[in-house]
């Protein structure tokens, strides 16, 4: 089986090496130039983190990121904590994996290395033209025809791929905010000579200060040598802008009746680009045939619960075992000529097309959930002065993320759903359900 694989970030490289260790082969086509990742600090929650290291990588995360010790959360006018929630080793005994934050380029340097030496075909400079559903095979603007068992979409959200499943283009629309990114170095918030900032240096926890129409997280990357802020405000990008150079002006004035303490982080930054935030309503289909989408092509989501990228991965890992399973089960076979029934009731192209629907099938209610729960994230944290955001902190106060650390209940009852679930026994029970009846 030969998968071709549209789009060389975290979830099309997870998919790369969840195929490579199913024996499948993997070509990537990769359209920029050279192999590299925009961003800055990115959190890899726990069932981001399993996926990992069922790939054997855990360890080499662990290596160039941090184990998150506690998420700080703080009122945005005067920095007072309202609420430390545990993680450090609670994660660990609740979920099996701990929560990891890294520099997104180390993270993806990670995963390319690993789908290197596993053997993927990595096309670099592999512009897409076109897609054929029905081969499938993928034209590419230099003329070249690359013919495959499987297409997977793993093109973000102006994704090329989607407009061949879907017959349209259906572009993201913009949800109102945007957000200011920037890292800056341990000398830099050493040179402002601050106690409350020495002190935020000191700990492996990510610091969120919660405001109207706004919040900002802090974090340590690099063993502490760097450092992450995110800025999330109401977007004022043109219409058909989506990235572009910041005003640092106007970002620290955006800020300017904030606690002290994150005007000072704010004040260290040289320069910063903004991005406008867009989504996707939900899509009717994420396959056509044997071709499929994955992560940000299909179902980006809001930065409000660090888990844009798990997902993709999760899709990437997901897809790669339901095709090593048909592969042994069935096409093996059917070149074997072990089990001559099973040639007979299906062709290879069918069988891959509703291994694909079954991918879908795992995903789609699970990655839905997500992204409205990041849509309500963002609602709690922007909420306005007055009674509903007093409310809001009251409850926060007793909120966790383990069933040790949350006296609410619901808190750690919702992310229990989304962290502890084992996506990859999951998709095996539903392959499993799906033979029985092929």
């Known amino acids: 089986m030969k998968v071709v694989i549209v ?71 005067d920095g007072r904590l309202l609420r430390s929630m545990p993680f450090g080793d609670d ?48 034209l590419l603007a230099d003329g070249r025809y690359i013919s495959a068992d499987v297409v997977i979409g793993a093109d973000g959200q102006m994704s090329t791929v989607r407009k061949a499943v879907l017959g349209s283009s259906h572009s993201p ?13 341990r000398d830099q ?12 240096c000191q700990k492996i926890a990510v610091t969120s200060w919660l405001g109207p129409e706004k919040h ?6 690099r063993g502490g040598k760097e450092f992450n802020l995110v800025l999330m405000r109401p977007d004022n990008l043109s219409s058909d802008s989506r990235r572009e150079q910041g005003d640092i002006n106007e970002m620290r004035e955006s800020y300017a009746d904030w606690d002290e303490t994150l005007q000072k982080l704010v004040s260290c930054v040289p ?23 994955l992560g940000d092509a299909c179902h980006p989501t809001l930065p409000y619960q660090a888990q844009g990228a798990a997902m993709a991965v999760e899709d990437g890992a997901v897809i790669g075992k339901l095709l090593g399973l048909l592969q042994a089960h069935y096409l093996d076979a059917q070149n074997s000529g072990s089990d001559p029934s099973i040639s007979t009731r299906s062709s290879a192209e069918d069988l891959t097309a509703a291994v694909l629907t079954l991918y879908e099938k795992c995903r789609k209610a699970r990655t839905a959930r ?38 609410t ?6 992310q229990g759903q989304t962290l502890g679930l084992d996506v990859l026994g999951d998709c095996e029970k539903v392959f499993g359900e799906w033979r029985s009846t092929h």
Request: glycine share 10%; charged share 25%.
């Open 370 to 407: 997500n992204v409205q729960g990041a849509i309500m994230n963002r609602k709690l944290f922007h909420i306005p002065d007055g009674v509903l955001q007093m409310i809001r902190d009251f409850l926060l106060g007793y909120a966790g993320v383990t069933q040790k650390s949350d006296w």
């Open 7 to 77: 789009g060389g970030g975290l979830g099309g490289l997870a998919c790369a090496i969840a195929c490579r260790r199913e024996g499948i082969h993997v070509e990537i086509l990769e359209q920029s130039p050279e192999v590299h990742e925009v961003g800055a600090g990115i959190q890899i929650p726990p069932n981001g983190g399993r996926i990992m290291r069922d790939f054997g990588l855990l360890s080499q995360l662990l290596e160039q990121g941090s184990q998150v010790q506690q998420v700080n959360f703080r009122r945005y006018k």
């Open 173 to 185: 629309v913009p949800t109102g905010d945007m957000a200011y990114r920037a890292t800056f170095s």
């Open 91 to 138: 994660i660990t005994e609740e979920f099996g994996v701990p929560w990891i934050i890294i520099h997104r380029v180390d993270y993806h340097r990670i995963l390319l290395d690993e789908a290197i030496r596993l053997g993927v075909d990595l096309q670099l400079g592999a512009e897409v033209k076109d897609i054929y559903t029905e081969e499938p095979a993928v």
């Open 189 to 200: 918030l050493e040179a402002l000579d601050d106690e409350k900032v020495n002190e935020l």
């Open 271 to 293: 320069s910063v680009y903004k991005w406008k935030l867009t989504h996707l309503s939900e899509l009717e289909s994420w396959t056509k045939g044997s071709v499929a989408l």
């Open 216 to 221: 900002t997280i802090f974090y340590p990357l």
């Open 409 to 414: 209940w619901l808190s750690s009852f919702r």
